[in-house]
């Protein structure tokens, strides 16, 4: 009897086995060749590359591949489905440490700063892992080396879970952020003058604004301008992760 969907999406979250990661790492053809799920993630990711996340549609992949949307319905249940997808391929990417007591800020840094870089290479593909409970065991994979890198550096399981989770939608959130400032300074530089030109402001522009603020109303702002626009953003990236860390420890 020919399996579901859910069915087939249930054994991929089995243990992979050497066929799995050999067909994972194959370099993918052009078509024509068999739809694999492989297919369909190396597709879609090509997709977001290019185009960003906002483009990427079960019909935008089907379309890329020359088929129906149906066709991919046989081997991903849905959009859901492919997002969980497109993670855990990310995810496999990243190198976990063995958790060593005497260096586990570091390491968890380390790990941080892998999961950022993959998403910064697809604009907007961390919006894929909000809002979703991840099953891929690449996924899975990552928030256990977190989580036992956490536990290594002596902080309580319950701190580690919920720290493992902040950091994690951290990540998320400042590659999101950062590929919608891209993004918008890609369009203004198309467009000329455009709405998006009130957004994307250099440092320059910004410490001139708030050189021109009422003093009686933004007395800090106009004192400390110097150090609220300072920084790079991988710099501000950084110290934010350390300074979550450093609540850890205080704990």
């Not at 999406?9 to 053809?29: C, L, M, N, V």
């Not at 996340?53 to 492919?82: E, I, Q, W």
């Not at 999961?115 to 690449?138: F, H």
């Not at 007395?219 to 609540?247: K, S, V």
């Amino acid at each position: 009897m020919r399996s579901t969907p859910e069915q087939r999406r249930a054994a991929r979250h089995q243990q992979p086995t050497d066929q799995d990661t050999a067909a994972r790492t194959a370099a993918p053809a052009r078509r024509k060749q068999p739809i694999t799920v492989d297919l369909i993630v190396d597709t879609a990711l090509g997709i977001v590359a290019a185009e960003g996340y906002d483009a990427l549609t079960m019909r935008r992949v089907a379309t890329a591949l020359k088929t129906g949307p149906a066709s991919l319905y046989f081997h991903v249940v849905n959009k859901t489905d492919l997002d969980d997808l497109l993670i855990g391929r990310l995810s496999a990417a990243l190198v976990l440490p063995e958790p060593d007591p005497a260096t586990w800020r570091e390491q968890i840094i380390g790990v941080c700063t892998q999961m950022r870089d993959q998403y910064q290479k697809y604009p907007g593909i961390s919006r894929a892992a909000l809002a979703v409970v991840p099953t891929n065991l690449e996924t899975l994979r990552v928030g256990e080396g977190m989580f036992s890198i956490l536990l290594a550096g002596g902080v309580q399981p319950q701190t580690a879970a919920w720290a493992s989770d902040a950091l994690t939608l951290y990540v998320n959130a400042y590659s999101l952020e950062a590929s919608l400032r891209t993004t918008r300074q890609s369009d203004t530089g198309a467009n000329g003058e455009g709405a998006d030109d009130e957004w994307v402001l250099s440092r320059d522009e910004l410490l001139s604004r708030f050189a021109a603020l009422p003093e009686d109303r933004f007395p800090n702002t106009r004192r400390h301008a110097a150090e609220l626009t300072a920084g790079t953003g991988h710099e501000r990236f950084e110290f934010t992760l350390n300074l979550m860390l450093d609540g850890l420890t205080g704990r």
